[in-house]
Protein backbone atom coordinates (compact mmCIF):
# COMPACT_ATOMS: atom_id res chain seq x y z
CA UNK A 1 0.00 0.00 0.00
CA UNK A 2 1.51 3.79 -0.32
CA UNK A 3 2.60 5.05 2.76
CA UNK A 4 0.85 8.06 3.82
CA UNK A 5 2.06 11.54 5.37
CA UNK A 6 2.26 11.47 9.02
CA UNK A 7 2.40 15.02 11.13
CA UNK A 8 5.05 13.79 14.12
CA UNK A 9 5.42 16.39 16.64
CA UNK A 10 9.12 17.99 16.11
CA UNK A 11 9.36 17.12 19.94
CA UNK A 12 9.05 13.74 18.85
CA UNK A 13 11.21 12.74 16.06
CA UNK A 14 13.75 11.46 17.96
CA UNK A 15 11.80 8.11 18.85
CA UNK A 16 11.34 7.18 14.98
CA UNK A 17 15.22 6.20 14.73
CA UNK A 18 15.71 2.79 16.15
CA UNK A 19 16.81 2.35 19.59
CA UNK A 20 16.96 -0.15 22.78
CA UNK A 21 14.60 2.34 25.07
CA UNK A 22 12.42 4.97 24.02
CA UNK A 23 10.71 6.87 27.02
CA UNK A 24 9.02 10.27 27.30
CA UNK A 25 7.51 11.31 30.24
CA UNK A 26 6.10 14.67 31.23
CA UNK A 27 2.74 16.50 31.92
CA UNK A 28 -0.70 16.47 30.86
CA UNK A 29 -1.09 17.45 27.02
CA UNK A 30 2.18 16.95 25.73
CA UNK A 31 0.43 14.06 23.43
CA UNK A 32 2.76 11.23 24.31
CA UNK A 33 -0.07 8.69 24.46
CA UNK A 34 -1.50 9.72 20.68
CA UNK A 35 2.04 10.04 19.18
CA UNK A 36 3.30 7.07 20.39
CA UNK A 37 0.11 4.97 19.41
CA UNK A 38 0.29 6.85 15.90
CA UNK A 39 4.37 5.52 14.92
CA UNK A 40 3.50 1.97 16.66
CA UNK A 41 0.04 1.75 14.71
CA UNK A 42 2.40 2.51 11.38
CA UNK A 43 5.01 0.49 12.63
CA UNK A 44 2.67 -2.19 12.68
CA UNK A 45 0.98 -1.64 9.35
CA UNK A 46 4.36 -1.16 7.25
CA UNK A 47 6.74 -3.14 8.67
CA UNK A 48 4.83 -5.98 10.45
CA UNK A 49 5.55 -5.26 13.84
CA UNK A 50 4.47 -7.41 16.79
CA UNK A 51 3.75 -5.19 19.56
CA UNK A 52 2.74 -5.56 22.81
CA UNK A 53 1.39 -3.33 25.28
CA UNK A 54 1.92 -3.70 28.88
CA UNK A 55 1.02 -2.75 32.35
CA UNK A 56 1.57 -3.25 35.80
CA UNK A 57 -1.44 -5.10 36.45
CA UNK A 58 -4.18 -5.16 33.44
CA UNK A 59 -7.59 -6.58 34.89
CA UNK A 60 -9.53 -6.04 31.96
CA UNK A 61 -8.47 -4.80 28.42
CA UNK A 62 -10.84 -1.58 29.48
CA UNK A 63 -6.98 -0.66 31.82
CA UNK A 64 -5.33 -0.32 28.53
CA UNK A 65 -4.06 1.09 25.66
CA UNK A 66 -6.77 -1.10 22.91
CA UNK A 67 -9.22 1.86 22.68
CA UNK A 68 -6.43 4.72 21.49
CA UNK A 69 -5.52 2.00 18.99
CA UNK A 70 -8.54 1.75 17.80
CA UNK A 71 -9.15 5.61 17.64
CA UNK A 72 -5.64 5.85 15.20
CA UNK A 73 -6.71 3.23 13.02
CA UNK A 74 -10.38 5.31 12.24
CA UNK A 75 -8.87 8.66 12.15
CA UNK A 76 -6.70 7.43 9.71
CA UNK A 77 -9.15 5.48 8.01
CA UNK A 78 -7.52 2.15 7.68
CA UNK A 79 -10.25 -0.10 9.20
CA UNK A 80 -9.30 -2.04 6.11
CA UNK A 81 -5.90 -3.09 7.04
CA UNK A 82 -6.75 -4.06 10.46
CA UNK A 83 -9.17 -6.39 11.65
CA UNK A 84 -10.16 -5.05 15.80
CA UNK A 85 -11.15 -7.95 18.06
CA UNK A 86 -12.03 -7.74 21.45
CA UNK A 87 -8.43 -8.53 23.14
CA UNK A 88 -6.60 -8.05 20.27
CA UNK A 89 -5.57 -6.19 17.22
CA UNK A 90 -4.44 -7.68 13.56
CA UNK A 91 -3.23 -6.41 10.38
CA UNK A 92 -4.25 -7.94 7.42
CA UNK A 93 -1.90 -6.19 5.26
CA UNK A 94 1.10 -6.97 6.46
CA UNK A 95 0.40 -9.89 9.26
CA UNK A 96 1.33 -7.96 12.54
CA UNK A 97 -0.47 -7.24 15.38
CA UNK A 98 -1.25 -5.72 18.55
CA UNK A 99 -1.92 -7.21 21.85
CA UNK A 100 -2.70 -6.46 25.37
CA UNK A 101 -1.28 -7.77 28.87
CA UNK A 102 -0.61 -7.02 32.71
CA UNK A 103 3.22 -7.80 33.87
CA UNK A 104 1.41 -9.16 37.25
CA UNK A 105 -0.97 -11.15 37.43
CA UNK A 106 -1.91 -9.45 40.91
CA UNK A 107 0.01 -6.87 43.14
CA UNK A 108 2.86 -9.97 44.32
CA UNK A 109 2.59 -12.38 41.33
CA UNK A 110 4.64 -11.73 38.19
CA UNK A 111 2.61 -13.43 35.18
CA UNK A 112 5.16 -15.30 33.77
CA UNK A 113 4.50 -17.91 31.80
CA UNK A 114 2.46 -14.98 30.01
CA UNK A 115 5.26 -13.13 29.50
CA UNK A 116 7.04 -15.84 28.03
CA UNK A 117 5.22 -15.56 24.78
CA UNK A 118 5.91 -12.32 23.74
CA UNK A 119 10.19 -13.47 23.50
CA UNK A 120 9.73 -12.89 19.66
CA UNK A 121 7.83 -9.66 19.90
CA UNK A 122 9.54 -6.72 17.99
CA UNK A 123 8.44 -3.53 20.69
CA UNK A 124 6.72 -3.50 24.04
CA UNK A 125 4.95 -0.39 25.18
CA UNK A 126 4.23 0.60 28.64
CA UNK A 127 2.22 3.41 28.99
CA UNK A 128 1.32 4.73 32.30
CA UNK A 129 4.41 2.72 33.33
CA UNK A 130 5.30 5.20 36.40
CA UNK A 131 3.90 2.31 38.76
CA UNK A 132 6.34 -0.71 37.58
CA UNK A 133 8.12 -1.81 39.85
CA UNK A 134 11.52 -2.94 39.81
CA UNK A 135 10.47 -6.81 39.89
CA UNK A 136 8.39 -5.95 37.12
CA UNK A 137 11.78 -4.40 35.13
CA UNK A 138 13.71 -7.14 35.76
CA UNK A 139 11.04 -9.48 34.34
CA UNK A 140 10.43 -7.61 31.37
CA UNK A 141 13.33 -6.26 29.81
CA UNK A 142 14.97 -9.66 29.06
CA UNK A 143 11.96 -10.98 27.73
CA UNK A 144 11.92 -9.15 24.89
CA UNK A 145 14.73 -10.52 23.34
CA UNK A 146 13.93 -10.59 19.51
CA UNK A 147 17.23 -8.81 17.73
CA UNK A 148 16.29 -5.08 17.55
CA UNK A 149 13.69 -5.79 19.53
CA UNK A 150 12.26 -2.29 21.27
CA UNK A 151 10.89 -1.03 24.67
CA UNK A 152 8.66 1.96 24.78
CA UNK A 153 7.90 4.00 27.99
CA UNK A 154 5.55 6.99 28.80
CA UNK A 155 4.12 8.26 31.99
CA UNK A 156 3.35 11.45 33.75
CA UNK A 157 5.60 11.15 36.96
CA UNK A 158 3.99 10.59 40.14
CA UNK A 159 6.89 10.97 42.52
CA UNK A 160 10.40 10.88 42.33
CA UNK A 161 10.63 7.44 44.31
CA UNK A 162 9.30 5.20 42.01
CA UNK A 163 11.67 2.85 40.05
CA UNK A 164 10.71 4.22 36.60
CA UNK A 165 11.71 6.93 37.42
CA UNK A 166 14.95 6.04 38.88
CA UNK A 167 15.60 3.85 36.11
CA UNK A 168 15.22 6.21 33.35
CA UNK A 169 15.54 9.77 34.86
CA UNK A 170 16.73 10.24 38.22
CA UNK A 171 19.45 7.98 38.30
CA UNK A 172 19.58 6.39 34.75
CA UNK A 173 20.72 2.63 34.46
CA UNK A 174 21.34 2.50 30.36
CA UNK A 175 23.59 4.55 28.70
CA UNK A 176 21.98 7.39 25.81
CA UNK A 177 24.06 5.40 23.27
CA UNK A 178 25.79 2.12 22.86
CA UNK A 179 28.33 1.12 20.06
CA UNK A 180 28.12 3.85 18.07
CA UNK A 181 23.97 4.23 17.32
CA UNK A 182 20.95 5.08 19.97
CA UNK A 183 20.44 2.82 22.63
CA UNK A 184 18.13 4.85 25.54
CA UNK A 185 16.52 8.14 24.39
CA UNK A 186 14.42 9.66 27.62
CA UNK A 187 12.82 13.02 26.82
CA UNK A 188 11.11 15.39 29.34
CA UNK A 189 8.12 16.08 26.76
CA UNK A 190 5.25 19.00 28.00
CA UNK A 191 2.26 20.50 26.49
CA UNK A 192 4.64 23.43 25.62
CA UNK A 193 6.00 20.52 22.94
CA UNK A 194 2.57 20.40 21.46
CA UNK A 195 1.48 22.88 18.95
CA UNK A 196 -2.20 21.77 19.10
CA UNK A 197 -2.33 21.83 22.88
CA UNK A 198 -6.05 22.16 23.19
CA UNK A 199 -7.41 25.72 24.17
CA UNK A 200 -9.72 23.99 27.39
CA UNK A 201 -6.55 22.44 28.87
CA UNK A 202 -5.06 25.59 28.25
CA UNK A 203 -7.30 27.62 30.26
CA UNK A 204 -7.22 25.22 32.78
CA UNK A 205 -3.30 25.55 33.24
CA UNK A 206 -3.10 29.05 33.17
CA UNK A 207 -6.03 29.01 35.97
CA UNK A 208 -4.04 26.28 38.06
CA UNK A 209 -0.68 27.68 37.60
CA UNK A 210 -2.65 30.86 39.89
CA UNK A 211 -4.35 28.64 42.35
CA UNK A 212 -1.96 26.17 43.24
CA UNK A 213 1.53 26.61 41.38
CA UNK A 214 2.89 23.08 42.65
CA UNK A 215 -0.28 21.46 41.45
CA UNK A 216 0.11 22.88 38.22
CA UNK A 217 4.56 21.95 37.97
CA UNK A 218 2.76 18.69 39.15
CA UNK A 219 0.16 18.03 35.79
CA UNK A 220 1.42 20.35 33.89
CA UNK A 221 5.30 20.24 34.05
CA UNK A 222 5.49 16.71 34.86
CA UNK A 223 7.28 17.30 37.48
CA UNK A 224 7.73 14.68 40.30
CA UNK A 225 5.67 15.76 43.70
CA UNK A 226 3.49 14.38 45.88
CA UNK A 227 -0.17 14.40 45.53
CA UNK A 228 -0.48 18.02 46.82
CA UNK A 229 -3.91 17.80 48.21
CA UNK A 230 -3.66 14.37 49.90
CA UNK A 231 0.18 14.44 51.26
CA UNK A 232 0.95 15.45 54.90
CA UNK A 233 4.26 17.31 54.16
CA UNK A 234 3.56 19.03 51.49
CA UNK A 235 6.85 19.09 48.94
CA UNK A 236 6.84 22.71 49.47
CA UNK A 237 6.80 23.11 53.15
CA UNK A 238 10.12 20.65 52.83
CA UNK A 239 12.13 23.21 50.98
CA UNK A 240 11.55 26.03 52.59
CA UNK A 241 13.11 24.45 55.45
CA UNK A 242 16.30 23.95 53.37
CA UNK A 243 18.76 25.87 55.64
CA UNK A 244 16.22 27.52 57.30
CA UNK A 245 18.85 28.32 60.13
CA UNK A 246 20.60 30.78 57.93
CA UNK A 247 17.35 32.62 56.93
CA UNK A 248 15.28 32.77 60.06
CA UNK A 249 16.32 35.90 62.17
CA UNK A 250 16.44 34.45 65.45
CA UNK A 251 16.16 31.05 64.62
CA UNK A 252 17.07 28.61 67.98
CA UNK A 253 20.66 27.69 67.74
CA UNK A 254 20.55 25.42 71.17
CA UNK A 255 18.39 22.44 72.36
CA UNK A 256 18.72 18.61 73.10
CA UNK A 257 20.48 16.16 71.07
CA UNK A 258 17.80 13.52 70.19
CA UNK A 259 17.67 10.88 67.63
CA UNK A 260 14.87 8.15 66.02
CA UNK A 261 15.93 4.97 65.46
CA UNK A 262 13.63 3.12 62.47
CA UNK A 263 14.42 -0.37 63.08
CA UNK A 264 14.56 -2.54 59.30
CA UNK A 265 10.90 -4.62 59.04
CA UNK A 266 13.20 -7.14 57.76
CA UNK A 267 14.27 -9.48 54.55
CA UNK A 268 10.99 -9.00 52.33
CA UNK A 269 10.48 -12.09 49.16
CA UNK A 270 9.90 -16.39 50.03
CA UNK A 271 13.00 -18.16 50.57
CA UNK A 272 13.87 -19.02 47.13
CA UNK A 273 13.90 -15.59 46.07
CA UNK A 274 14.44 -13.13 48.75
CA UNK A 275 14.73 -9.27 47.66
CA UNK A 276 16.98 -6.49 49.70
CA UNK A 277 15.41 -5.91 53.24
CA UNK A 278 14.18 -2.39 54.20
CA UNK A 279 17.73 -0.46 55.55
CA UNK A 280 17.37 0.84 59.16
CA UNK A 281 17.50 4.25 59.49
CA UNK A 282 18.67 6.52 62.38
CA UNK A 283 18.21 10.42 62.23
CA UNK A 284 19.83 13.04 65.02
CA UNK A 285 18.75 16.73 65.69
CA UNK A 286 20.47 19.61 67.68
CA UNK A 287 17.83 21.39 68.86
CA UNK A 288 15.44 22.28 65.81
CA UNK A 289 18.71 21.11 63.15
CA UNK A 290 18.19 18.31 61.79
CA UNK A 291 21.74 16.97 62.33
CA UNK A 292 22.66 13.72 60.60
CA UNK A 293 20.74 10.84 58.92
CA UNK A 294 22.23 7.12 58.33
CA UNK A 295 20.76 3.91 57.10
CA UNK A 296 22.17 0.51 57.11
CA UNK A 297 21.27 -2.74 56.27
CA UNK A 298 21.54 -5.11 58.72
CA UNK A 299 19.42 -8.42 58.87
CA UNK A 300 20.04 -9.10 62.59
CA UNK A 301 18.11 -6.60 64.94
CA UNK A 302 20.62 -6.95 67.71
CA UNK A 303 23.85 -6.06 65.21
CA UNK A 304 21.63 -3.30 64.39
CA UNK A 305 20.94 -2.22 67.84
CA UNK A 306 25.08 -2.13 68.06
CA UNK A 307 25.49 -0.02 64.91
CA UNK A 308 23.07 3.04 65.95
CA UNK A 309 24.69 2.76 69.77
CA UNK A 310 28.01 3.11 68.53
CA UNK A 311 26.14 6.41 66.61
CA UNK A 312 24.66 7.28 69.70
CA UNK A 313 28.11 7.67 71.69
CA UNK A 314 29.77 9.16 68.86
CA UNK A 315 27.07 11.77 68.43
CA UNK A 316 26.49 12.38 72.17
CA UNK A 317 22.49 12.03 71.99
CA UNK A 318 20.64 13.07 75.14
CA UNK A 319 17.95 10.39 74.10
CA UNK A 320 16.96 8.18 71.56
CA UNK A 321 13.33 7.48 70.41
CA UNK A 322 13.20 3.41 68.82
CA UNK A 323 10.46 2.09 67.20
CA UNK A 324 9.84 -1.00 69.12
CA UNK A 325 6.68 -2.92 66.65
CA UNK A 326 7.87 -6.33 65.42
CA UNK A 327 11.35 -7.29 64.67
CA UNK A 328 12.43 -3.82 67.07
CA UNK A 329 10.75 -5.47 69.85
CA UNK A 330 14.28 -6.73 71.15
CA UNK A 331 16.09 -3.66 70.22
CA UNK A 332 15.40 -1.49 73.28
CA UNK A 333 17.24 -4.64 75.68
CA UNK A 334 19.68 -4.58 73.11
CA UNK A 335 20.59 -1.21 73.67
CA UNK A 336 19.84 -1.74 77.31
CA UNK A 337 22.64 -4.02 77.54
CA UNK A 338 25.52 -2.13 75.65
CA UNK A 339 24.20 1.17 77.54
CA UNK A 340 25.09 -0.99 80.84
CA UNK A 341 28.66 -2.15 79.31
CA UNK A 342 29.51 0.96 78.02
CA UNK A 343 28.92 2.51 81.44
CA UNK A 344 30.87 -0.08 82.93
CA UNK A 345 33.81 0.22 80.50
CA UNK A 346 34.07 3.78 81.47
CA UNK A 347 33.96 3.93 85.18
CA UNK A 348 36.70 0.90 85.30
CA UNK A 349 39.29 3.45 82.64
CA UNK A 350 37.94 6.41 84.93
CA UNK A 351 36.14 8.90 82.52
CA UNK A 352 33.12 10.18 83.12
CA UNK A 353 30.15 8.59 81.06
CA UNK A 354 27.32 9.90 79.14
CA UNK A 355 23.94 8.37 79.56
CA UNK A 356 21.13 8.62 77.00
CA UNK A 357 17.69 8.23 77.45
CA UNK A 358 16.15 5.21 75.14
CA UNK A 359 12.93 5.45 74.73
CA UNK A 360 10.44 2.72 73.11
CA UNK A 361 8.35 4.37 70.09
CA UNK A 362 5.49 2.24 69.59
CA UNK A 363 3.71 3.40 66.53
CA UNK A 364 0.26 1.87 66.62
CA UNK A 365 -0.69 3.03 70.18
CA UNK A 366 -3.40 5.57 70.85
CA UNK A 367 -2.15 9.15 70.39
CA UNK A 368 0.29 11.07 73.20
CA UNK A 369 -1.85 12.62 76.23
CA UNK A 370 -5.48 12.98 74.25
CA UNK A 371 -7.34 15.04 75.72
CA UNK A 372 -4.62 17.94 75.10
CA UNK A 373 -6.16 20.61 73.10
CA UNK A 374 -4.89 20.79 69.64
CA UNK A 375 -6.84 23.86 68.31
CA UNK A 376 -9.87 25.33 68.87
CA UNK A 377 -12.22 22.73 69.53
CA UNK A 378 -10.70 19.38 68.81
CA UNK A 379 -7.79 17.92 71.27
CA UNK A 380 -5.11 15.49 70.19
CA UNK A 381 -7.72 12.23 70.52
CA UNK A 382 -9.88 13.68 68.35
CA UNK A 383 -7.28 14.43 65.59
CA UNK A 384 -5.19 11.31 65.11
CA UNK A 385 -6.07 7.74 65.29
CA UNK A 386 -2.65 6.65 66.96
CA UNK A 387 0.95 7.55 68.04
CA UNK A 388 2.41 7.56 64.29
CA UNK A 389 -0.34 9.85 62.83
CA UNK A 390 0.86 12.44 65.74
CA UNK A 391 4.09 12.28 65.47
CA UNK A 392 3.97 12.65 61.10
CA UNK A 393 1.09 14.94 62.23
CA UNK A 394 3.19 17.06 64.54
CA UNK A 395 6.03 17.02 62.36
CA UNK A 396 3.65 18.43 59.55
CA UNK A 397 3.01 21.08 61.88
CA UNK A 398 6.99 22.06 62.14
CA UNK A 399 7.20 22.22 58.42
CA UNK A 400 4.22 24.30 57.75
CA UNK A 401 5.24 26.86 60.53
CA UNK A 402 8.99 27.22 58.81
CA UNK A 403 6.93 27.46 55.45
CA UNK A 404 4.99 30.55 57.30
CA UNK A 405 8.55 32.28 58.73
CA UNK A 406 9.98 31.88 54.98
CA UNK A 407 7.07 34.01 54.12
CA UNK A 408 6.39 36.74 56.10
CA UNK A 409 3.51 35.04 58.49
CA UNK A 410 2.87 34.60 61.67
CA UNK A 411 4.82 31.51 63.52
CA UNK A 412 5.95 30.02 66.61
CA UNK A 413 9.47 29.98 67.21
CA UNK A 414 10.22 26.89 69.34
CA UNK A 415 8.51 24.97 66.69
CA UNK A 416 11.11 25.50 63.59
CA UNK A 417 12.87 22.81 61.61
CA UNK A 418 15.95 23.52 59.54
CA UNK A 419 17.74 20.72 56.98
CA UNK A 420 20.99 21.68 56.20
CA UNK A 421 21.47 21.51 52.24
CA UNK A 422 24.88 19.80 52.27
CA UNK A 423 23.36 16.94 54.77
CA UNK A 424 24.29 13.45 53.41
CA UNK A 425 20.91 11.88 52.12
CA UNK A 426 19.13 14.80 52.04
CA UNK A 427 17.16 14.66 48.59
CA UNK A 428 16.33 10.93 49.34
CA UNK A 429 14.66 12.41 52.89
CA UNK A 430 13.35 15.51 50.93
CA UNK A 431 11.21 12.96 48.61
CA UNK A 432 10.43 10.23 51.37
CA UNK A 433 9.25 12.87 53.51
CA UNK A 434 6.15 14.02 50.55
CA UNK A 435 4.99 10.58 49.60
CA UNK A 436 2.72 9.08 52.47
CA UNK A 437 -1.11 10.18 52.28
CA UNK A 438 -3.21 11.47 54.84
CA UNK A 439 -6.01 8.75 55.75
CA UNK A 440 -9.12 9.29 57.89
CA UNK A 441 -10.50 6.80 60.52
CA UNK A 442 -13.70 7.70 61.81
CA UNK A 443 -12.59 11.15 61.40
CA UNK A 444 -9.18 10.78 62.87
CA UNK A 445 -6.25 11.33 60.43
CA UNK A 446 -3.86 7.81 59.63
CA UNK A 447 -0.82 8.06 57.85
CA UNK A 448 -0.72 5.63 55.08
CA UNK A 449 0.19 2.46 55.23
CA UNK A 450 3.56 1.11 53.79
CA UNK A 451 1.35 -1.56 52.34
CA UNK A 452 -0.49 0.44 50.17
CA UNK A 453 2.55 2.57 49.65
CA UNK A 454 4.03 -0.11 47.82
CA UNK A 455 0.85 -0.84 45.94
CA UNK A 456 1.95 2.32 44.29
CA UNK A 457 5.51 1.37 44.04
CA UNK A 458 6.93 3.70 46.55
CA UNK A 459 9.49 2.21 49.02
CA UNK A 460 9.42 2.17 52.71
CA UNK A 461 9.70 5.70 54.03
CA UNK A 462 12.23 4.44 56.91
CA UNK A 463 14.25 7.88 57.26
CA UNK A 464 11.47 9.79 57.21
CA UNK A 465 10.13 7.75 59.84
CA UNK A 466 12.83 8.35 61.76
CA UNK A 467 12.90 12.03 61.48
CA UNK A 468 9.48 12.05 62.67
CA UNK A 469 10.96 9.69 65.90
CA UNK A 470 13.63 12.31 66.48
CA UNK A 471 11.40 16.06 66.43
CA UNK A 472 9.07 13.50 68.91
CA UNK A 473 8.15 15.74 72.53
CA UNK A 474 5.59 13.74 73.77
CA UNK A 475 5.45 12.07 77.38
CA UNK A 476 4.76 8.40 76.49
CA UNK A 477 7.12 6.59 76.29
CA UNK A 478 9.12 3.86 77.46
CA UNK A 479 12.21 5.10 78.95
CA UNK A 480 14.77 2.35 79.79
CA UNK A 481 18.35 4.73 80.38
CA UNK A 482 17.60 4.71 84.15
CA UNK A 483 17.21 0.75 84.22
CA UNK A 484 20.06 0.23 82.30
CA UNK A 485 22.22 2.30 84.63
CA UNK A 486 20.71 0.27 87.71
CA UNK A 487 21.66 -3.05 85.98
CA UNK A 488 25.22 -1.61 85.37
Not at 153 to 178: G, I
Not at 208 to 229: F, I, K
Not at 321 to 333: L, R, Y
Request: charged content about 25%; proline content about 6%.
Amino acid sequence: MTSEVIDIFPAYRDYLQPARFKVAYGGRGSAKTRTFCTILTSNVLYHGWRVVCFREIMESIADSVYQEFVAEIERRGLDDHFEILKTEIKCKTSGGCIRFSGIKASATRLNTQKLKGFSDFDAAWLEEANPVTDESWRALIPTMRKSGSEIWVSFNPENPLENTYQRFVADPMYPPEKDGRAYCIVKKINFTDNPRFPRELQDDAELMQLSDPELYRHVYLGEPVADNALSIIKPMWVQAAIDAHLHIDGFPMTGGKIGGFDVSGGVEGDVAAPKMQDPNAIAWRYGCVLSGLEEWHDENPNAAADYAHGIVMREGLDTLHIDNIGVGASVPGELRRLEAAAKAKAISIGIPFRACRYNGWTASESPDRPDREYMPGKTHGDMFANLKAQGWGLLADRFRNTWQARNGLPYDRKQLISIPSGLPLREKLAAELSQPRRESVNGHMKVESKKSLKKRGIPSHNLADAVVMAYWEGQRSATISDEALRAA
